[in-house]
Structures are given as C-alpha cells and as structure tokens.
C-alpha cells in the first residue's frame, strides 16, 4: 500500500509510526502525508487561478525585452498606476500574468522595495471570485491587511492587499476580474 493511503488522516494516532512517511530513522519526526490535503470541511476554497506574479524591475524596458528575447513573452497590456506610484507591464503565460513592476516616483513602495531589497519577486496575485468576501475571510482568521476594504487595481480589476507578516512573508494581493 502506499504512504498516502496508508492512514486514516483524522484517526487520532499513537501510532504514527506505522503510517506516516519516514526514512526508517526513529529520531526523524513523522510526516503527515495527508497534511493539508483537504480535510477541512467548513473552509469553501477561495483562489479560483494565479492571477500574476509582480516581479519588481528598476528598468521596465530592460526587463520587458529580457522576456521576450529569452521565452518569447510578449506585452499583453501596460498601464500606470499613478495612486500607487508603479507602472506595470503584464506578459500572458496561459490564463495568467507576468507583472513587471517598476516605480513611477521616488516615494513609491516598489522604490523602496528596490532600494532595500534589488529587483526580484515582488507579490503574488491569486485570483478570486469576490475580493470582499476573501478579504473578508484573511480577517476573520486573524490575518493582517494592507487594504481594510478593496479598491481599484490595474485593468479594472479589484484588489486588496495582504500583509506578509501573518502570510508566511510573502505579500499577497486578492484580484477579482
Ligand atoms: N514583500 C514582503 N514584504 C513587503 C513587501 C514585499 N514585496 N512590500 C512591503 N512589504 C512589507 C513592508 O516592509 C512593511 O512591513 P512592516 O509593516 O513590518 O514595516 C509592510 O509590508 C507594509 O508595507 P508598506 O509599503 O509600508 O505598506 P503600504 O500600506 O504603504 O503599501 C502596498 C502596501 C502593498 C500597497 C505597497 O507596498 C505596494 O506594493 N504597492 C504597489 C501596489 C501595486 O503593485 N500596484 C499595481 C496595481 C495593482 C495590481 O493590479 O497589481
Ligand atoms: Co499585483
């Protein structure tokens, strides 16, 4: 039988030894290999689709032919986002974006972020269904936000933002189409 079958993931075990993934070490901790894996009945999934990855960049032209001359990707839509002091490039990959990310003003967060940190991965965007309603849902599990209420991204979407701190570090931004 294999691993993931061999156990009963809401039996309350003595005796995980027998079920849960191991090396054969008795010192090593036991793994659930059902972790995670769906058993919680009263949370509905709320992220329908990766809606982009936001790569911050000090050079948008520089990062945009990097692109296209490298994989081929090409611009599917630009803007400038002047409340939030950015400008972005989206490249489709299947039904999602990349988001290349640059400051339009000193005092924008990207510059900061740049400053502090060089270019890399900025956020990650997950697509949802009814950005209030998953807002709504971080806070009620005590998560922090950036954005109390959603308001307007790029493309007419609608967005909120996440704070890292109680996202595993990673800053998060909920975008409904
Ligand atoms: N990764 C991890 N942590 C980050 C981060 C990042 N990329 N950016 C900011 N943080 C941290 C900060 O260090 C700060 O931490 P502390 O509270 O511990 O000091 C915290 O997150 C808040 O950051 P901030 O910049 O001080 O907060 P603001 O409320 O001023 O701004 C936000 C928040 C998310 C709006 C801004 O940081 C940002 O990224 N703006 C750009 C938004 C954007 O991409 N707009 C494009 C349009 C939207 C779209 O459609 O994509
Ligand atoms: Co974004």
Redo the contacts with the bound molecule.
């Keep these: 039988m294999s691993p993931v079958t061999a156990r009963n993931p809401h039996e309350d075990s003595q005796d995980k030894k027998g079920g849960g993934q191991t090396s054969g070490d008795p010192d090593e901790p036991v793994v659930d290999p059902m972790e995670g894996m769906g058993d919680s009945a009263d949370t509905p999934m709320l992220l329908t689709e990766i809606d982009?990855i936001?790569i911050?960049v000090d050079d948008l032209g520089d990062a945009i032919d990097y692109y296209r001359e490298t994989f081929g990707a090409v611009v599917d839509h630009r803007e400038v986002?002047e409340s939030?002091?950015?400008e972005?490039a989206l490249l489709k990959v299947a039904e999602s974006y990349i988001?290349l990310?640059t400051p339009t003003r000193d005092d924008s967060?990207?510059a900061?972020?740049l400053e502090k940190k060089g270019p890399g991965l900025?956020?990650i965007?997950y697509r949802v269904a009814d950005c209030a309603v998953a807002l709504e849902a971080v806070k009620a599990q005590g998560g922090r936000v950036?954005d109390e209420k959603p308001r307007p991204?790029?493309?007419g979407?609608t967005?909120a933002?996440i704070?890292?701190?109680t996202a595993f570090?990673?800053?998060i931004?909920l975008?409904q189409e």
């Design positions: 982009h936001a911050a986002v939030d002091g950015v972005e988001q990310l967060p990207v900061k972020y900025h956020h965007g950036l991204g790029s493309r979407t967005v933002f704070h890292p701190k570090g990673t800053l931004e975008v």
